[in-house]
């Protein structure tokens, strides 16, 4: 785990008020988890009827001889997993946190059921170095676009199967202790996303008797994700398994309400890491990239200027087919992929990526350098992580309709079009009231703060237009 802010205050230490409670649990919290810890011996037979409903869906399509049977049922795996799947897991994380990892998925309880069988090595250094699961979900992402995962059921079983077969192997090799999850914790895509938006939600676990020092790290200990739980201060990596929670002990983690991104908000006392701030900027940007590329004419006359390019210089292999693992190759279905679709795919998404993140990020800088000089509190790298932040709402939204536009595509235009333009004004404002109380715990307030806010809300306010076409724009 990173150490990067262990330096900053640690989370405030919540008083105990009755044996087994934690300060501010309320009466809704504590049905909640009453409720989760009595489902939980159904646990595995919820984990086996999921592995069964995803192998069914990624397989049954590509196994059933070429039928109509088979086209509906191509058709239902991307609608379940485009229009119902991916959105809804990911706005889940507002109400329920990682729910989603902890109770149904499939692949992250395939990959701890093989820990009990494998060597149980120690996670080697490059699965833990932070950047893993961010090139990852970059991989998959970019991977995705260019061999029509959402379009061809081969390329779903590769995509998904693909991502079973690695969860499956790091999960049988690496993790000591009681069933590890170092696929969820180091490398998952979608653990990822799911993890900083969590931050955002509005359940939380905490422990009941807080230890100072701020997150630590523990590969031996009771949690899969090797969270050390009483030192637990951050929310993206807690898959809400609830193997911590045990109501009416006085050890273990508790479960609390809070208010939306309340963690964010006070993200300086919450392990703020720079591979999370990364992961915002760059997610929001290969989310615009794996859009714009569909829809911007600009693509198609440099895909034009390019292939003249080529050609002029004697390319000529730019224009044949790639291998179908790599990209689209379906002359049935009247569409095939040659290299030089695949590299201007490849290099659009990568090239419209660092120039958000980049914008972003320089934003980002500059608004640390005024608040500098007008007195904020802390170090300038530490206030360019915790402000980055700011960022996580427009972020979530921009991957929301990047990724998961398939929801909005079940709504009639007149209704979708409205819903898209609420969700980025929501997320601008929501970004710079969280900015706002960033920038409370630096010290700055009122017309400093509000200078401070400026580029940033400038960069968000980009991302936003940027998905005009998304809009119906041209
Ligand atoms: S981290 Fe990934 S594999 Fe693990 S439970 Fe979450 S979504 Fe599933
Ligand atoms: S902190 Fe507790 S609930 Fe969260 S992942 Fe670890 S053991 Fe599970």
């Not at 899969?224 to 993206?236: A, L, Y």
């Not at 440099?302 to 390319?315: E, T």
């Not at 090239?351 to 972003?360: I, K, P, T, Y």
């Not at 998961?404 to 979708?416: D, H, K, T, V, W």
Request: net charge positive.
């Amino acid at each position: 785990m990173s150490r990067t802010m262990s330096e900053l205050p640690s989370f405030a230490v919540p008083l105990r008020v009755e044996i087994g409670e934690v300060r501010g649990q309320g009466p809704v919290a504590k049905r909640i988890e009453a409720l989760g810890v009595s489902l939980r011996p159904w646990l595995p037979w919820v984990h086996a009827a999921m592995l069964c409903a995803f192998l069914a869906l990624i397989l049954g399509p590509v196994l059933l001889p070429a039928s109509d049977l088979a086209r509906n049922a191509g058709a239902l795996a991307n609608w379940l997993i485009w229009g119902l799947w991916f959105p809804l897991v990911f706005l889940s994380v507002l109400v329920a946190g990682r729910a989603w990892c902890g109770i149904l998925c499939p692949m992250g309880a395939a990959s701890q059921w093989m820990n009990r069988f494998g060597p149980k090595r120690p996670i080697p250094g490059w699965l833990r170095w932070e950047g893993t699961p961010i090139a990852s979900f970059v991989l998959v992402t970019v991977l995705g676009q260019t061999v029509g995962v959402r379009d061809y059921p081969g390329a779903l079983l590769e995509v998904f199967g693909g991502t079973l077969v690695a969860a499956l192997a790091i999960g049988f090799l690496y993790g000591r202790g009681r069933q590890k999850r170092a696929w969820c914790r180091h490398a998952c895509p979608i653990g990822l996303l799911l993890g900083v938006f969590s931050r955002l939600g509005i359940v939380d676990l905490v422990p009941k008797r807080q230890r100072a020092g701020g997150d630590a790290y523990q590969e031996k200990g009771l949690c899969p994700t090797m969270i050390d739980i009483n030192r637990k201060t951050e929310s993206r990596h807690c898959i809400m398994c609830l193997r911590c929670v045990h109501p009416g002990r006085r050890g273990g983690l508790a479960l609390r309400l809070r208010a939306p991104g309340a963690e964010v908000a006070a993200i300086a006392r919450h392990h703020p890491a720079g591979s999370e701030l990364w992961f915002l900027l760059l997610g929001t940007g290969v989310a615009l990239g794996a859009f714009l590329w569909l829809v911007l004419p600009e693509y198609q006359a440099l895909r034009q200027a390019f292939g003249v390019w080529a050609i002029d210089h004697g390319w000529y292999w730019i224009g044949q087919p790639g291998p179908a693992w790599l990209m689209v190759v379906h002359p049935e279905a009247r569409e095939v992929f040659v290299w030089l679709d695949f590299l201007l795919i490849v290099g659009w998404m990568l090239g419209v990526m660092l120039v958000f993140a980049g914008a972003l990020a320089g934003l980002n800088l500059a608004a640390v350098w005024v608040g500098g000089h007008l007195g904020a509190r802390g170090g300038a790298r530490e206030r360019f992580l915790t402000l980055g932040y700011q960022f996580a709402p427009v972020a979530m939204v921009s991957l929301l309709m990047g990724l998961g536009g398939e929801l909005f595509a079940l709504l009639p235009a007149q209704e979708a079009v409205p819903l898209k333009a609420g969700l980025l004004v929501l997320a601008l404002v929501w970004g710079l009231f969280l900015g706002r109380r960033i920038l409370a715990g630096q010290g700055l307030s009122g017309w400093r703060a509000a200078l401070v806010l400026l580029p940033g809300a400038a960069g968000a306010a980009a991302v936003a237009g940027a998905w005009w076409p998304a809009l119906g724009g041209v």
